[in-house]
């Protein structure tokens, strides 16, 4: 028989990757790869997508497809492979991913893609003379692009591609990799199952101090793409977070810019994705699901702060953007380009095994200096008797703070934590107030008098009697979150202007910017922010940050947990002194000793990464060794208990080899979680050949079962 199309249909037990064959429909028979369909399959309809075409095995009898969905196909060659590797890396079934990078539907009326929001430029941008290590490092990054070829020559769409591998054609014959050469990096092939395997001299990690001028590199990097006729796309860790880089790319490339973000309309997504299917739009700029747009012509891959836990979906399909890009830039012949200035341990070890070339900033442009930093060791300052358990404001930094005021600079606190106090107690019978939901404390909220569970958003006013004895009053309030903080500054400097900066103030749209806007005018004396504070903005006016308790993040049952507390730090400091006043960073802290916090403080990432990875390589967890979390979710304790052992025999008589180790069933850190209780096995060590193996092994759990399985590859968090 002739060649029928495959589609891989949503059907949640199927083995990952099954496909069937239909008939094309009567009034479409020339069907396009990539296209969505409704099937017939058992007695129902299901959606389903062509992934392919062969003869269908003899014998059966073909049933024809439905309907077509859309006016053209979901999905070009290249995405479809994208979804394939992602099915296989993520142990994840192909239609999930499928569903997950399908576009936006057509709206009715479409659109112009929307502009970014109002945002003051200090500066013109691409306008700078860049400083030598921007320029030698721009320069490696130029020369790699070149070396892709240039789109507008003659010789077609990846000619770059295959000029890279053959060392031969293409606008500037192997300059990357005699570039690599000189610099005497091995030769290194990415990934053995790509047929695109790029060397050494494509892949770059930017590793530059905060406020070194990585943005710059970034902008006339793209404007070189540009001018080679191919198109960027450029991650950032949350849009809302860095509004300077849309405004900013605009300013210096104009309406080929498009930025994506959550509150497109569906017009606008769409609009946007057409743009830059069609070519016409040629930056994208966007967090991690910009990952998945139609590029035409992918020429440059940007990963800004390439560490940023924003980057992996905290749902399923668990997918990181750093690895989806990294995929997609080989696949496309593009350069990646991943910048940060407290690079993750898995980038790092990526640039010391020649992976990616390593580029360093290490100065901050025209000798702005970093600001000095001082640690406080908590423990001193309560010893001396005075009292932090309330109001989290030492001494020495309480002093720091009053000092700016004076001086009229500006000061911005640090603490990653909402509401104003963690824990609600009943002192007389020591109940703690929990949610109904989930196995976490609520949290009490004063600005809004509520009790509110972080985790699932259940809300409840204060209760005026203890629900556990009755007693009238009783509740008390245990540790110090923001709005605690706020009240303490507002008693202790009722002339300053004083303005907290968390998700609970910034709910409503604009307020985010309206809120740095003020600040960056200096309406606003101290700005007390949760992580919010963190990233990327340029404030010339601060010259003072105080990070109030550094060790919140160490406490977390993560093997992250210094990794996470080693970036905050480090990227709070960094929005010190960024003008020409040289600024100061007051670390709180009951560790002081601690080498996160020591190698923070003092920028030297070289000697955090060395004793980090050390710890990492002496416990096998990520880079050293894959880590796999599988996870069994369910209403009723019991069936969850009994469902992930019956797992966990199974993963251990399937994986007798002594490279893996099977961690667990345990209850999850949040045992309970919007009403489902959770347990979980680990998987740790070298998985690489049984990965499928374990996919069907669980992908086979997941028929006539109430309990819900997820597999996360490379888990992150609790
Ligand atoms: P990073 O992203 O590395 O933290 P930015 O790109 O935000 O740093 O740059 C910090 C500041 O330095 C910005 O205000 C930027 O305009 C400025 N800057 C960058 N490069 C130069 C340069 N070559 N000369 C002068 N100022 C520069
Ligand atoms: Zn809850």
């Not at 793409?225 to 210096?252: D, H, K």
């Not at 001494?395 to 824990?423: C, D, H, K, V």
């Not at 200096?522 to 010259?543: C, N, S, W, Y």
């Amino acid at each position: 028989m002739d060649e029928c199309p495959e589609v891989v249909v949503e059907i949640n037990h199927l083995r990952h990757d099954q496909v069937f064959h239909y008939l094309p429909p009567e009034e479409m028979p020339d069907l396009e790869l990539g296209t969505r369909v409704l099937v017939p399959f058992g007695k129902k309809t299901v959606q389903g997508w062509v992934v392919g075409f062969s003869a269908p095995p003899p014998g059966v009898t073909l049933r024809p497809i439905e309907s077509v969905v859309g006016d053209k196909p979901d999905f070009n060659p290249e995405l479809l492979r994208l979804a394939r590797w992602m099915a296989d890396y993520y142990l994840h079934p192909l239609p999930e991913i499928l569903k997950l990078m399908s576009p936006p539907e057509k709206p009715v009326r479409a659109r112009k893609h929307a502009p970014v929001g109002g945002m003051t430029l200090a500066g013109r941008p691409g306008s700078l003379v860049l400083n030598a290590e921007q320029t030698v490092a721009l320069r490696e990054i130029e020369a790699a692009l070149r070396a892709g070829g240039d789109a507008r020559a003659p010789t077609g769409d990846d000619a770059g591609y295959r000029a890279c591998h053959s060392g031969g054609a293409g606008s500037a014959p192997g300059a990357g990799q005699q570039e690599a050469a000189a610099t005497g990096i091995t030769s290194y092939l990415s990934d053995e199952h790509q047929p695109g395997a790029m060397g050494a001299g494509r892949q770059f990690l930017l590793h530059g101090i905060t406020g070194s001028g990585k943005t710059e590199v970034y902008l006339r990097a793209a404007m070189t793409a540009l001018s080679l006729g191919r198109q960027v796309l450029y991650l950032v860790p949350e849009i809302a977070l860095t509004p300077q880089a849309g405004a900013w790319f605009r300013a210096a490339l104009g309406d080929r810019v498009a930025v994506w973000h959550s509150r497109l309309s569906r017009g606008e997504r769409y609009e946007t994705r057409e743009g830059i299917r069609q070519g016409v739009l040629s930056i994208l700029i966007g967090p991690r699901s910009a990952v998945f747009a139609p590029f035409k012509n992918l020429g440059l891959v940007i990963v800004d702060e390439e560490q940023d836990a924003s980057y992996k979906q905290q749902e399923s399909p668990y997918y990181h953007a750093r690895q989806v890009a990294a995929q997609r830039a080989r696949d496309n012949g593009a350069v990646l380009l991943l910048g940060s200035a407290t690079p993750s341990l898995e980038s790092y070890t990526g640039a010391r095994d020649g992976q990616y070339r390593l580029l360093r900033l290490t100065r901050r442009p025209q000798g702005r200096r970093l600001p000095r930093v001082t640690v406080v060791d908590l423990k001193q300052e309560h010893d001396a008797g005075h009292d932090l358990r309330v109001n989290l404001l030492g001494q020495y930094l309480a002093g720091q703070i009053a000092l700016r005021l004076q001086r009229r600079e500006q000061t911005i606190l640090f603490l990653n934590r909402r509401g104003y106090s963690p824990i609600v107690f009943c002192p007389p019978c020591g109940l703690v107030l929990k949610c109904e939901r989930c196995s976490i404390s609520l949290v009490y909220h004063r600005t809004t008098g509520d009790l509110r569970c972080h985790y699932c958003n259940f809300k409840r006013p204060l209760p005026e009697r203890c629900p556990g004895c009755g007693a009238a009053g009783s509740l008390r309030f245990l540790g110090t979150g923001i709005q605690r903080v706020e009240q303490v500054l507002r008693r202790f400097y009722p002339q300053a202007g004083i303005q907290r900066l968390d998700f609970d103030t910034t709910r409503r749209k604009g307020e985010f910017d309206r809120i740095l806007d003020s600040f960056g005018k200096r309406e606003i004396d101290i700005l007390l922010g949760t992580q919010m504070v963190a990233k990327g903005h340029d404030f010339p006016g601060v010259t003072l940050v105080g990070v109030l308790d550094a060790d919140l993040a160490l406490k977390l049952p993560d093997y992250r947990a210094t990794e996470r507390t080693y970036q905050l730090l480090a990227q709070v400091a960094g929005r010190a002194g960024r003008g020409w006043v040289p600024g100061e960073v007051v670390v709180q802290t009951y560790f002081p000793d601690h080498y996160s916090i020591q190698t923070a403080c003092f920028a030297s990432y070289p000697s955090f990464y060395r004793q980090e990875i050390g710890n990492r390589e002496s416990s096998g967890y990520p880079p050293y060794g894959e880590l796999i979390r599988i996870r069994v979710a369910g209403e009723k304790e019991q069936q969850v208990e009994r469902r992930i052992k019956e797992l966990a025999e199974a993963l251990a008589a399937l994986l007798t080899g002594e490279r893996v180790r099977l961690l667990g069933p345990a209850p999850a850190p949040v045992l309970r979680l919007q009403d489902l209780y959770r347990w979980q096995v680990m998987l740790k060590g070298e998985l690489g050949g049984q990965k499928s193996e374990i996919r069907d092994c669980i992908q086979h759990y997941k028929k006539n079962t109430s309990v819900i399985i997820s597999i996360e590859v490379d888990p992150y968090g609790m």
